[in-house]
């Protein structure tokens, strides 16, 4: 079968290398072939939905990689209207949408994540509620949605502020130096050990050493992650694994993160198998997310497996303050570019919190322009840019415009907030978007930053609670100002990044 190899190759080369030479090639050969079918398919499903000119082998990838790639895609939204095509090497095609009807056709249904992305998450988080799809990821949904219930979240703002004191302390102490500061990330540790304290029971370790690990591997984790999405040939997991030095870091880096989430496991198991502890639990009228992954006062026996709660761990570590650090820093950066709404907002906290110099739940509904400038910062710079769906089954748009089942549909929520016929002058910072009046006009999928539908974002009140209570007690102890010489640079890490960090200027108010 292989003659005509066997006639190029040179007559010295052993038999059995000639034969792993052969079986190479057709191994190529096929993946070749499945690849050019599968290129064809996507083609098909994507024929009404023209796109920007694509690289002959890289697709998008050069435009929407990293830094820039962001705004970019808000330029192609001017010239292709609702949706384009989007290539990440040229065979893997997604239809990415910016527009609001489009995303509530597809985004309200719940369809499945899309795995050629998601599952390069499994060696890092494993199967948890991000990444799960069906009947797991509903039993785990319905586990540990009560977990965010208000009763749940009402202790959680002493931690807030405990945490927020901690790193104004820091930046206190900082500015006696030097008044100009990254923010990024000290904000960072202060996410962590809320989160820690919050749902995964640690008392104290205020802002540690293991902390800055930690953090620094996430930070490596989700830019490998974005970068790996733009390179074709990355994609498969036997070649990016074991051929790839960017592979071999990403397993480091899942290293550095699972040995600290395994400790965070071993301790609270420990604790909890103190007499003590589960008597608190019995006590307790609504249990906390650590207590009900780990099966306390479940009589239902749902109880899950340690490859589900490891999973669940590695998750809620991520997506928990990851996210709610990206929120926070860029929103510290809007109010530094816009000082006329930092004071309105501060004016308002001193109001509600009189001479108190901490937070009560209570206060938080009050902070009405506070919320406002929030959502505004999440519209301009939403701390998850991008996610992704398979859909299983066909979807017809608005416009007659229709895409098959088995498409990969990407959401812009980057340029969807800023689509021009969504919104009015989109780059400019202007909160009264968000007044009551004009909130109630708008279409409800034009403002999704914590996705929409069945699988939107479970901790989406938690999140919203710990923004403002930080940023009160920031505003209340700093002016923050921008520092012309260091712009931030947008970079997209699966949440929104900064390349260089967040430079600001701060001075100290009391
Ligand atoms: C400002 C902060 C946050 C933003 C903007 C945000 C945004 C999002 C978005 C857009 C999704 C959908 C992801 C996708 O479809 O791929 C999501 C899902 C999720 N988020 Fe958040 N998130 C935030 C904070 C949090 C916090 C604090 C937690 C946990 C404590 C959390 C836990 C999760 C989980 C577990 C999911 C997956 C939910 C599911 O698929 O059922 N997030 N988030």
Same mark, same amino acid.
Request: charged content about 20%; some cysteine.
């Given at each position: 079968?292989?003659?005509?190899?066997?006639?190029?190759?040179?007559?010295s080369?052993?038999?059995?290398?000639?034969? /792993?030479?052969?079986?190479?090639?057709?191994?190529?050969?096929?993946?070749?072939?499945?690849?050019l079918?599968?290129?064809?398919?996507?083609?098909?499903?994507?024929k009404?939905?023209?796109?920007?000119?694509t690289?002959?082998?890289?697709?998008?990838?050069?435009e929407?990689?990293?830094?820039?790639?962001?705004?970019?895609?808000?330029?192609w939204?001017?010239?292709?209207?609702?949706?384009?095509?989007?290539?990440?090497?040229?065979?893997i095609?997604?239809?990415?949408?910016?527009?609001?009807?489009?995303?509530?056709? /597809?985004?309200?249904?719940?369809?499945?994540?899309?795995?050629?992305?998601?599952?390069?998450?499994?060696?890092?988080i494993?199967?948890?509620?991000?990444?799960?799809?069906?009947?797991?990821?509903?039993?785990?949904?319905k586990?540990?949605?009560?977990?965010?219930?208000?009763?749940?979240?009402?202790?959680?703002?002493?931690?807030? &502020?405990?945490?927020?004191?901690?790193?104004?302390?820091?930046?206190?102490?900082?500015? *006696?130096?030097?008044?100009?500061?990254?923010?990024?990330?000290d /904000?960072?540790?202060?996410?962590?050990?809320? $989160?820690?304290k919050?749902i995964?029971?640690?008392?104290?370790?205020?802002?540690?050493?293991?902390?800055?690990?930690?953090?620094?591997?996430?930070?490596?984790l989700?830019?490998?992650m974005?970068?790996r999405?733009?390179?074709?040939?990355?994609?498969?997991?036997?070649?990016?694994?074991?051929?790839?030095?960017?592979?071999?870091?990403?397993?480091?880096?899942?290293?550095?993160?699972?040995?600290?989430?395994?400790?965070?496991?071993?301790?609270?198991?420990?604790?909890?198998?103190?007499?003590?502890?589960?008597?608190?639990?019995?006590?307790?009228?609504?249990?906390?997310?650590?207590?009900?992954? $780990?099966?306390?006062?479940?009589?239902s026996?749902?109880?899950?497996s340690?490859?589900?709660?490891?999973a669940?761990?590695?998750?809620?570590?991520?997506?928990?303050?990851?996210?709610?650090?990206?929120?926070?820093?860029?929103?510290l950066?809007c109010?530094?570019?816009?000082?006329?709404?930092?004071?309105?907002?501060?004016?308002?906290i001193?109001?509600?919190?009189?001479?108190?110099?901490?937070?009560?739940?209570?206060?938080l509904?009050?902070?009405?322009?506070l919320?406002?400038?929030?959502?505004?910062?999440?519209?301009?710079?939403?701390?998850?840019?991008?996610?992704?769906? *398979?859909?299983?089954?066909?979807v017809?748009?608005?416009?007659?415009r229709?895409?098959?089942e088995?498409?990969?549909?990407?959401?812009?929520?980057?340029?969807?907030h800023?689509?021009?016929? &969504?919104?009015?002058?989109?780059? &400019?910072?202007d909160?009264?978007?968000?007044?009551p009046?004009?909130?109630?006009?708008?279409?409800?999928?034009?403002?999704?930053?914590?996705?929409?539908?069945p699988?939107?974002?479970?901790?989406?009140?938690?999140?919203?609670m710990e923004?403002k209570?930080?940023?009160?007690?920031?505003?209340?102890?700093?002016e923050?100002?921008?520092?012309p010489?260091?712009?931030?640079?947008?970079?997209?890490?699966?949440?929104?990044?900064?390349?260089?960090?967040?430079?600001?200027?701060?001075?100290?108010?009391?």
């Amino acid at each position: 079968m292989f003659s005509w190899l066997s006639s190029w190759l040179p007559e010295s080369l052993p038999r059995l290398w000639l034969w /792993v030479a052969s079986l190479a090639v057709t191994l190529g050969l096929f993946q070749l072939t499945r690849l050019l079918a599968r290129r064809q398919k996507f083609l098909q499903a994507l024929k009404s939905f023209p796109g920007p000119p694509t690289h002959w082998l890289l697709g998008h990838a050069n435009e929407i990689k990293e830094e820039g790639g962001l705004d970019t895609v808000v330029s192609w939204a001017n010239t292709y209207p609702c949706a384009h095509q989007l290539w990440m090497g040229n065979f893997i095609g997604f239809l990415n949408i910016y527009d609001p009807d489009y995303t509530k056709a /597809v985004y309200s249904r719940g369809d499945p994540k899309a795995f050629d992305i998601y599952g390069f998450f499994l060696p890092w988080i494993g199967r948890g509620l991000l990444v799960l799809d069906g009947p797991k990821w509903f039993q785990h949904r319905k586990l540990l949605t009560p977990a965010f219930h208000s009763e749940v979240l009402k202790p959680y703002v002493d931690v807030f &502020v405990g945490s927020t004191k901690v790193m104004l302390d820091k930046w206190d102490k900082k500015i *006696q130096s030097d008044k100009c500061v990254n923010i990024f990330p000290d /904000v960072g540790h202060m996410a962590l050990d809320s $989160l820690m304290k919050c749902i995964f029971g640690r008392s104290s370790e205020n802002q540690s050493q293991s902390d800055t690990s930690y953090c620094q591997a996430i930070g490596k984790l989700t830019l490998l992650m974005q970068q790996r999405m733009a390179v074709f040939h990355y994609h498969n997991d036997f070649y990016y694994y074991w051929f790839t030095s960017h592979g071999r870091k990403f397993l480091q880096a899942c290293k550095v993160a699972h040995d600290y989430t395994d400790k965070v496991i071993k301790a609270r198991k420990a604790a909890l198998k103190e007499e003590e502890e589960q008597e608190k639990i019995q006590g307790k009228k609504r249990l906390d997310f650590l207590d009900i992954l $780990l099966g306390a006062g479940d009589e239902s026996k749902t109880q899950l497996s340690d490859a589900d709660l490891r999973a669940e761990v590695d998750t809620f570590m991520f997506e928990g303050h990851d996210t709610t650090t990206s929120a926070i820093s860029w929103f510290l950066y809007c109010i530094a570019l816009h000082p006329e709404h930092q004071q309105r907002c501060r004016e308002e906290i001193q109001e509600i919190l009189g001479n108190r110099d901490t937070i009560q739940w209570e206060d938080l509904g009050k902070m009405t322009y506070l919320t406002m400038c929030i959502k505004e910062s999440f519209r301009l710079y939403p701390p998850v840019p991008q996610v992704y769906r *398979q859909l299983n089954k066909p979807v017809t748009f608005m416009d007659g415009r229709s895409i098959p089942e088995g498409s990969l549909v990407s959401l812009h929520i980057y340029a969807l907030h800023r689509n021009p016929s &969504v919104w009015d002058k989109p780059e &400019v910072f202007d909160p009264q978007r968000f007044s009551p009046e004009n909130s109630s006009t708008r279409h409800p999928y034009a403002f999704v930053p914590f996705s929409a539908g069945p699988r939107n974002c479970i901790g989406q009140q938690f999140a919203m609670m710990e923004t403002k209570a930080v940023i009160a007690l920031c505003l209340l102890h700093f002016e923050f100002s921008p520092e012309p010489s260091k712009q931030p640079i947008k970079r997209l890490q699966l949440v929104l990044g900064a390349k260089n960090g967040i430079y600001l200027n701060l001075k100290k108010l009391m």
